[in-house]
């Protein structure tokens, strides 16, 4: 059942997650663990690559949710990459491009970093909206 | 029939038995009145006081008959080996002292001397030789009863010999009577013989040893006594001096060595009794212990079977522990999930939150590594906290682990105010109690647990009306529109909605939404958006500024993983348009002018960003419709239904389901799509949540859309 693996390697410029197989409700509590003691640790600057990913539920969309507000306001981000047109789909059916950085591959994620916190880039209204910090999760905290 | 029924009661022991005495009584009382006629017997009577002693035998042959009648009862009637025990060594010290009493009224009256002249020395005679014979018979009988409590096979030829003995014995005496002395000598050799069997014939005395303690001190006491006043009651008979023997004789002849015999054998059997009772009494303590131990596993095993209430096994276990190991505090600790005291019996809790901190207890156990036992705790420095807060409530202690699958799961403790009270059986016993009652508290904790489940099972059917009762009951039926909807949770509850609303300007609006993640908190999420898009409508002009509205209201008050997405659609009839606005859910789908289109405005899911962005995000499309053009409306759990051969359904089939419907029927699409669904996932459990919408246009759309919309107000209000 639990087809789902997640390899983490450093990089220079960020820590990409290469993760594979199935991301759903049953799996998505590993990647949102992993990403937590990631985070905790004062990492902040996150590749995730969607290379090996065959299938993303709408639990699995929602754990990329839970951290971006706090890693935005640490000056870093999480930059998605080499996803499959089927997995692109879900993605974009919600929405995500407009608040993800939605790339082909790992190297132009971290062109994106090395320019200053992947806020420069900002092709489109909307992308500049969604990295201001203060209009994504109000949060209650 | 008459002749059968007299037969059968014939046929019964007890008549048998009064018939056989009546007719050996009659047969006696002959032989006396022709021996005491014609005898030359010592005593000599006139005709008077013949007729009034040969009256008052046979009312004594008479009255003994009718006691053979009564006493001869059914085995059911004696309760235990002890309870006749009792009865019968009881008896055979009373009725000796009954007999003793007579003897000494005898002696005070001197009666016997007197050479048996006078009416009244008769009768008197008489009224106190008959008690004596009846008192001995008495005996008879109950020594009787004690050798059938546990029969053996030659028992009932035993009873023969003693019963025909004391039957030749009376014979015998009566020839003697008659002035034949030289048979005196054949009735001893009789006695003696008679004797012998009786030593036979009650050699199993097993029941003996079941007595308690208690009653083994009792039994010995009573029957020693019974022995010894027997042998005084055959020493007054036999002497010369007493005149007891006289009496009796006279009552009835050989009654004397009837009575003789009963006593002989009164005496042996008593005497036997109180020597086998003297020679168990020092091990009584330890039998007493065996039983108690076999009838407290008994009751355990009995309880295992039967008890499905934690509480109400413990509670038997709690009080066998009590009282076989003779503890006054029995607890039982349970160590697997909640550490907690279970069940406490003779000690207070608060005593034993006292008596032990945190499982210290539990890690004595685990050192020992099976059971554990000290005889003194206030000579043990490693429990010196625990005896310091014990309050001096324990100083012996047993502890027994209570095992499931080879781990420790509880603890049973046993506890006694005072020092070395426990045994190494009593730890012996306690641990194997520990072993039987592990199984039955896991049975028990297995129920309660079932029973548990079973309950969250039954609240979770309620959720699931409940939350049916949520979905529409049925579809607004609108001129130009026929519409059919349907929705499915994967498991009980889950977090599909939809509903149909009528906005501020009074159009129809389908709203379908999806909540992220499945099951209870969807479901949560899925009533809150109910409520929030019902209030909401009324006020809102276009689907566009419901589905912001509603972000608005979400947005901030939901986890931040969890986020919905919806699909809104307002019909205008009168303009011909649908206006869509999709916020992160699957696209809509439209079959018009002979082709299935998918339209995907841009819009981001509810509940993820403020309204900032989502409202600018939000993009609002204008669909014009005609008649015949079909819309389908659905959730993920539809397009994404999984099939291990054929992978995922995708939406290309759903729209050729679209372009080949070929009537106007919302229900027969409606019924394609979710069959289509249902056979596709063939055998594969349903693992999200499916609902469907689907929407045809009928004929006179745009044309006749005041009347429509009349109508429309008409049946949808």
């Known amino acids: ?141 | 029939m008459t002749q059968q029924s007299i037969r059968q009661i014939f046929h019964r022991p007890r008549f048998r038995l009064a018939a056989f005495l009546a007719l050996a009584g009659a047969g006696i009382l002959a032989l006396q009145f022709f021996f005491l006629a014609h005898g030359d017997s010592s005593v000599r009577l006139s005709a008077a006081e013949q007729i009034v002693h040969a009256l008052i035998t046979v009312v004594t042959l008479l009255s003994l008959a009718g006691l053979a009648l009564l006493i001869h009862r059914p085995e059911t009637q004696f309760g235990s080996p002890s309870e006749t025990f009792r009865r019968a060594s009881s008896y055979s010290v009373l009725g000796s002292l009954g007999i003793l009493l007579i003897i000494g009224c005898l002696s005070v009256w001197d009666i016997g001397g007197q050479s048996a002249a006078g009416l009244g020395t008769c009768l008197l005679v008489t009224l106190l030789g008959v008690p004596m014979l009846l008192l001995s018979l008495r005996q008879l009988y109950w020594l009787d009863r004690l050798a059938q409590l546990r029969p053996h096979k030659y028992s009932r030829r035993v009873r023969a010999i003693i019963f025909g003995g004391a039957g030749l014995v009376m014979f015998v005496e009566v020839l003697r009577s008659a002035n034949m002395p030289s048979v005196g000598t054949l009735s001893a050799i009789l006695v003696a013989v008679i004797a012998i069997a009786t030593l036979f014939s009650g050699w199993r005395r097993a029941w003996l040893s079941s007595l308690s303690k208690s009653e083994k001190y009792k039994g010995f006491a009573v029957s020693f006594l019974g022995s010894v006043l027997s042998v005084c009651i055959l020493v007054l008979l036999n002497s010369g001096s007493s005149d007891a023997g006289t009496v009796l004789r006279r009552v009835l002849p050989g009654a004397d060595v009837l009575t003789t015999l009963i006593f002989v054998l009164v005496c042996l059997n008593y005497a036997r009794i109180s020597i086998v009772l003297l020679l168990s009494l020092p091990t009584a303590g330890v039998m007493d212990r065996r039983l108690r131990e076999v009838r407290a596993l008994a009751t355990l095993s009995r309880n295992i079977t039967h008890v499905n209430d934690s509480g109400e096994l413990m509670r038997s276990v709690a009080i066998m522990v009590r009282d076989v190991c003779g503890a006054q505090a029995v607890w039982i600790e349970r160590i697997d999930q909640k550490k907690e005291i279970s069940y406490a019996l003779g000690i207070k809790r608060n005593a034993l939150k006292r008596l032990y901190k945190g499982g210290h207890l539990q890690s004595l156990l685990d050192a020992e590594k099976y059971c554990f036992h000290a005889d003194d705790l206030d000579k043990l420095p490693q429990l010196q906290d625990l005896r310091l807060d014990s309050a001096r409530n324990i100083r012996s202690l047993m502890v027994a682990p209570l095992m499931q699958d080879r781990k420790i799961v509880g603890a049973l403790f046993a506890g006694h105010p005072d020092e070395f009270v426990f045994e190494h059986e009593d730890v012996a016993l306690l641990t194997a109690f520990a072993d039987t009652v592990s199984i039955a508290l896991e049975n028990a904790w297995l129920f309660e647990k079932s029973m548990k489940s079973e309950r969250y099972k039954s609240q979770m059917r309620v959720a699931h009306d409940v939350q049916r009762k949520l979905l529409p009951e049925s579809v607004p039926r609108v001129a130009g529109l026929d519409i059919a909807a349907y929705s499915s949770p994967a498991y009980e509850v889950g977090g599909d909605y939809y509903d149909f609303v009528r906005l501020a300007d009074d159009r129809l609006c389908a709203v379908v939404a999806d909540v992220s993640g499945k099951g209870i908190s969807a479901a949560f999420y899925m009533a809150e958006i109910k409520g929030i898009v019902l209030a909401l409508a009324p006020e809102c002009g276009s689907p566009g500024e419901l589905v912001c509205k509603v972000n608005k209201a979400v947005h901030g008050s939901m986890e931040k993983r969890s986020f919905i997405t919806m699909i809104a659609v307002a019909w205008d009839p009168h303009a011909a348009e649908l206006s869509l606005v999709r916020a992160g859910h699957t696209p809509l789908l439209i079959h018009q002018d002979g082709r299935t289109q998918t339209y995907t405005p841009k819009g981001l899911g509810v509940g993820l960003v403020g309204p900032g962005i989502f409202d600018s995000a939000l993009q609002e499309m204008t669909l014009d419709v005609h008649p015949g053009d079909k819309v389908l409306l659905f959730t993920d759990g539809v397009n994404e239904v999984h099939n291990e051969d054929k992978g995922e359904l995708g939406l290309e089939r759903l729209k050729d389901i679209l372009s080949e419907h070929d009537n106007f029927k919302a229900e027969s699409l409606l019924g394609r799509i979710v069959r289509l669904v249902a056979e596709f996932g063939g055998e594969v459990l349903q693992h999200d949540d499916v609902t469907v919408v689907t929407m045809i246009f009928g004929e006179g759309v745009g044309q006749e859309a005041n009347r429509d919309r009349k109508q429309a107000e008409a049946v949808v209000n």
């Open chain 1, 1 to 141: 059942m639990s087809n789902f693996s997640i390899s983490v390697r450093n990089h220079d410029l960020a820590t990409v997650l290469h993760i594979s197989g199935f991301l759903d409700a049953h799996t998505a509590p590993q990647l949102e663990s992993r990403l937590e003691s990631l985070i905790k640790d004062g990492v902040y600057k996150l590749v995730v690559n969607f290379d090996e990913l065959d299938y993303i539920s709408s639990a699995g969309l929602g754990v990329f949710m839970v951290f971006i507000e706090e890693v935005r306001s640490n000056e870093g981000d999480i930059k998605l990459v080499q996803m499959k047109p089927k997995v692109f789909t879900v993605f974009d059916l919600l929405g995500f491009p407009m608040l993800f950085d939605i790339l082909d591959n790992e190297d132009e994620a971290f062109v994106r970093f090395s320019e200053k916190g992947g806020s420069q880039d900002s092709s489109s209204d909307a992308e500049q909206d969604v990295n201001d910090s203060s209009e994504i999760r109000r949060g209650p905290q």
